[in-house]
């Protein structure tokens, strides 16, 4: 069986010490940085301003995701000016082009993903799966934090599978959202490349971070 990647989200390890919370995430062998970006109007919350992104950028060598949770995307991923080799999430719905923004994504050398949301099938975006190297499937409702893991999740990722089966294109697959000890090892059966860790994956409240990681790696492993 494969290695599935581990994805902190960030911005659930709370603001007050980012440069140590990245340090701890690569001491714990994190693959990926997730950061949320939210513009409190696509969805309620406000987190992920440009300054933000930017230190973490200095503070890790590690890949980082951007997932844009925006309205009029495009106008965003020239404030956040882009990087070549970064992962830009897009919900389709956030834009009028939605072909034009990832080819404007892939045309700065980062990495074109799409995100398919609760209320969204995977068929509903057959058309953007050529132009698109990621694919992410949300386990709660964006912006939601913490709610209850959609089970829809499981017949979404047999689709996408089969969708790029016919396409005859392959894709990283990721899962995001109240991804936790109790439900890693069925979303690696079910055939996930990576998953984003947010509180009860990583920054639980109740157990800590370091025994929670630690969880999730035995398990994974």
């Known amino acids: 069986m494969k290695k599935i990647l581990f994805s902190p989200s960030i911005c659930t390890g709370g603001y007050g010490e980012v440069k ?8 714990k062998g994190a693959d990926h940085i997730h ?21 973490i950028r200095e503070n890790t060598s590690l890949p980082i995701e951007l997932h844009f ?13 882009i990087r070549e080799n970064e992962i830009i999430y897009i919900h389709p719905d956030s834009t009028y082009h939605p072909h034009r923004l990832l080819q404007t ?4 050398k980062a990495k ?8 969204d099938e995977p068929e509903d ?21 913490g709610s209850e893991f959609q089970e829809s999740v499981f017949e979404k990722i047999r689709k996408v599978r089969e969708i790029c089966r016919e396409q005859g294109i392959k894709r990283h697959v990721e899962i995001d959202g109240s991804v936790s000890p109790g439900n890693i090892e069925k979303l690696i059966e ?3 490349d990576s998953v984003v860790l947010g509180y009860p994956g990583c920054f639980d409240p109740v157990n800590g971070r370091e025994k929670t990681m630690n969880t999730m790696i035995r398990l994974a492993q």
Do not use: Q
């Open 20 to 27: 140590e919370t990245i340090s701890w995430l690569e001491s």
């Open 35 to 55: 950061i949320d970006i939210m513009d409190g109007r696509y969805v309620h919350p406000i987190m992920g301003g440009v300054d933000y992104v930017n230190m």
């Open 69 to 81: 949770m925006t309205c009029g995307t495009e106008r965003f991923l020239e404030m956040y000016d």
């Open 105 to 108: 994504i892939r045309g700065k």
């Open 112 to 119: 074109a993903g799409i995100v398919i949301s609760v209320d």
């Open 125 to 145: 975006f057959v058309e953007l799966y050529e132009e698109s190297e990621f694919i992410l499937l949300m386990g709660v409702t964006p912006g939601c934090p």
């Open 190 to 192: 079910a055939g996930f």
